[in-house]
């Protein structure tokens, strides 16, 4: 199996700007314990570049506050939000040669790009969502992320399905890898 498929789906596997985060050397010798999202994926449209924090689900559960079970929601939104923070930590670290016991190479898009300047974003993929579904979602996210979002100097977060995700280039559009 490709390291660009997850969810059921084929996630754009550029040369120089996709990053499989979650299989990388550096995550490996980090070890257990760790939560990250999938993929960094850099696009860049107009001549500005921007990095994609990508995680990518099959489903969600229904937001507490669009009347789904708060447990649940409290459960699914804390490890989304676990993985964007330790996502944009090892992405930092990365860029400015933290000393990791195996230091993963970026490449080379990703590697050349000038932090301060860079619009990052994490961006959650749902699959199968349907688009009146996904505003509560990508609401309770940033809720979650707003301190980061304020701090860090980030693009707002986003929640969209497989369609709305090829159309910004991150997922394929012809092919659909069979869900198990």
Avoid at 28 to 44: L, T, Y
Wanted: charged share 30%.
């Amino acid at each position: 199996m490709s390291d660009n498929i997850e969810s059921g789906m084929v996630f754009v596997r550029s040369r120089d700007g996709f990053f499989n985060v979650e299989k990388s050397a550096t995550m490996g010798s980090i070890g257990d314990g760790v939560k990250i999202c999938e993929f960094f994926s850099r696009i860049e449209r107009n001549g500005k570049p921007k990095l994609f924090l990508v995680e990518a689900k099959s489903s969600s559960p229904k937001p507490a506050s669009s009347g789904g079970k708060p447990d649940r929601w409290e459960d699914y939104s804390a490890g989304i939000y676990e993985k964007f923070i330790n996502a944009l930590l090892i992405y930092l670290g990365l860029k400015t040669g933290r000393k990791y016991a195996v230091r993963s190479e970026l490449p080379s898009a990703i590697a050349e790009d000038e932090l301060g300047s860079l619009a990052i974003l994490p961006c959650l993929v749902l699959r199968d969502h349907p688009v009146e579904a996904l505003p509560p979602v990508q609401d309770e996210l940033r809720m979650r992320l707003d301190h980061v979002v304020k701090s860090f100097r980030l693009e707002q977060p986003i929640a969209i399905n497989r369609d709305m995700a090829i159309s910004y280039g991150l997922v394929e559009q012809d092919r659909k890898e069979p869900v198990p």
